[in-house]
């Protein structure tokens, strides 16, 4: 696949042409501005799909759209040489599978767009990036907050103003400007609370990820979810309520949940504590079926069979950490230890992996001191916890 076919592949530049936005235009202007050899031939592709792409985006399948861009691919080779294509391609789909909205951090994790004032998300199943160090906040494509390590909480309100830990004013918005894609990202080590523009509160776990617009102005209250997060969601009929992760959507109008979408898991996890809520695949067709999910329940979606399943459960087990306790029942004692990785920041390896499947049951307070954590297990399993160096330890 040539220069010319994988740049049409990316989604980043068709939407540059169909969904032109400020967002989408802000990306492509900081790619040229910073690769200014690029630019000539990036912007003659573009003025080249402009002339051709005359219709209107709803009387075009498809494959009608491949078709077309074909029939520009063999006029465009014609006038371009191949060893300059590899180069440009090479530098250029570096950065283009990258959404803008992760530009500064190396991510390519989400693509959006703004339909009208609203932005919505469209998830690319790509790679993952690598956890950062710090927490940080990132408002819209330029601006980036580094947060305290621990735990930190933020505050929207419906007239755009932003406060850090409750005493720090970090934004101000105005009421009338178009809302901004923010981006919370929180490394293993750290927890956050987000309390939206619309009053719904959200605790963020260990090594997650949050998207989200600084205001809501349409039907559709939408964020995007990598990692674990605790859903209080205030309601209002109105405007449906959807989480969306890599793998399945979540949507309700007003209740209490908890999703786990962690990137490595084998499975997404929705628990709901209070009210009701739909699931159904991120990529499902229109007659995929949904899952109603009852308070008490737990819908486990399998990411290789794609098939969603539900189980009653009690909810303390997947709900108290937002409190600083993990509760477990008959749990394989290496869910908690990957817990534990997650919520410290370190690494565990078993002497034995058998030591694993021990089941143990109880309640773990983390907000103890990490010694006294791990004294009361070991108390709990018989295993010793064994510091080897720098954030790595020993069961044995």
């Known amino acids: 696949m040539n220069f010319y076919e994988r740049l049409i592949e990316n989604p980043l530049f068709f939407k540059w042409i169909y969904h032109a936005s400020p967002e989408i235009n802000a990306y492509w202007k900081h790619f040229l501005r910073e690769n200014p050899e690029h630019a000539p031939q990036i912007l003659k592709i573009k003025s ?4 051709y792409l005359k219709y209107k985006e709803e009387f075009l399948s498809e494959e009608e759209k491949k078709a077309l861009a074909k029939r520009i691919i063999q006029e465009l080779e014609k006038n371009s040489r191949p060893k300059k294509r590899s180069i440009v391609f090479r530098r250029v789909m570096r950065y283009a599978a990258i959404a803008f909205l992760f530009f500064g951090i190396g991510s390519s994790l989400v693509y959006l767009y703004m339909r009208s004032r609203q932005p919505e998300f469209v ?34 309100n419906p007239r755009g103003k932003i406060t ?11 009421v009338n400007e178009k809302p901004e894609i923010n981006t919370l990202v929180i490394p293993y080590g750290s927890r956050s609370t987000v309390t939206l523009a619309d009053g719904s509160r ?24 990598s990692g ?14 959807v989480v969306r992760t890599m793998d399945v959507k979540v949507q309700v109008t007003g209740t209490r949940f908890n999703v786990s979408a962690y990137p490595e898991d084998y499975s997404v996890q929705t628990v709901l504590a209070e009210g009701a809520v ?14 109603e999910l009852q308070p008490g329940n737990l819908a486990y979606f399998n990411k290789k069979t794609k ?10 087990n997947y709900t108290l950490w937002t409190e600083g306790l993990f509760s477990f029942s008959q749990t394989d004692f290496s869910r908690i230890v990957k817990k534990l990785e997650r919520y410290y920041n370190i690494r565990f390896q078993f002497d034995d992996p058998f030591k694993g ?32 160096n720098g954030k790595h330890y020993l069961i044995r």
């Open 48 to 51: 080249q799909f402009e002339k």
């Open 123 to 156: 998830v690319d199943n790509s790679a993952l990036p690598a956890q950062v160090q710090d927490p940080v906040l990132i408002i819209g494509d330029t601006a980036h907050i580094r947060l305290n390590e621990g735990k930190t909480e933020l505050q929207y």
């Open 164 to 174: 850090l830990n409750r005493k720090q004013t970090i934004k101000k918005e105005a």
């Open 202 to 225: 959200i605790w963020l776990n260990a090594g997650s990820r949050l998207i989200y617009p600084s205001r809501f102005v349409e039907r559709t209250r939408e964020v995007f979810l």
């Open 228 to 241: 674990e997060a605790f859903f209080e969601v205030a309601e209002n009929p109105g405007k449906t309520f």
């Open 278 to 291: 739909e699931i159904k695949r991120a990529q499902g067709g229109l007659f995929d079926k949904v899952v």
């Open 307 to 316: 098939k969603t399943r539900t189980y009653k459960v009690d909810v303390d």
């Open 357 to 388: 499947s021990i089941q143990i049951s109880g309640k773990l307070d983390v907000t103890q001191e990490r010694r006294e954590v791990f004294e009361y297990l070991e108390r709990l399993t018989g295993l010793k916890f064994v510091r080897i």
